[in-house]
């Protein structure tokens, strides 16, 4: 079955860095675009990132906008997401999911979930 796995969520300072990994397994990865979504406490789901198939095209939510890099490795059938600069305000749970469309910003686009990895920003 389909399996996407995050890693490297953490406890981080304000300002510092984290770099999440998602390890896709059960599908054909080269040919679905991926995107990571975050719900910070009481919120809703929001877009954060998305990438195309072959890594060309980037897409980013404005609040991420500079400070974000969504990337992939078809090799691996990973997707990235290096996180610079981070705030408090970036405290959330961490998904990654795939979809067979592009630049897609909401959840009910995509296909198949990961479990979400935890990212805490202290300030």
């Known amino acids: 079955q389909v399996q996407l796995v995050e890693s490297g969520g953490g406890l981080v300072q304000a300002g510092g860095s984290l770099r999440l990994s998602c390890a896709a397994s059960?599908?054909?990865?080269?040919?679905?675009?991926m995107g990571w979504f975050r719900r910070a406490p009481g919120k809703e789901r929001e877009f954060v990132a998305s990438?195309?198939?072959?890594?060309?095209?980037?897409y980013y939510a404005d609040s991420v906008k500079g400070r974000f890099t969504i990337s992939r490795d078809n090799t691996k059938n990973t997707v990235y997401l290096q996180m610079n600069s981070l705030k408090p305000e970036d405290t959330a749970v961490f998904y990654c999911?795939?979809?067979?469309?592009?630049?897609?910003?909401?959840?009910?686009?995509?296909?198949?979930w990961g479990q979400g990895t935890q990212v805490t920003v202290s300030s």
């Open positions: 999911a795939a979809t067979p469309s592009n630049r897609v910003t909401k959840t009910v686009g995509y296909t198949y």
């Open positions: 059960g599908l054909t990865f080269s040919v679905y675009s």
């Open positions: 990438i195309s198939r072959s890594g060309s095209d980037t």
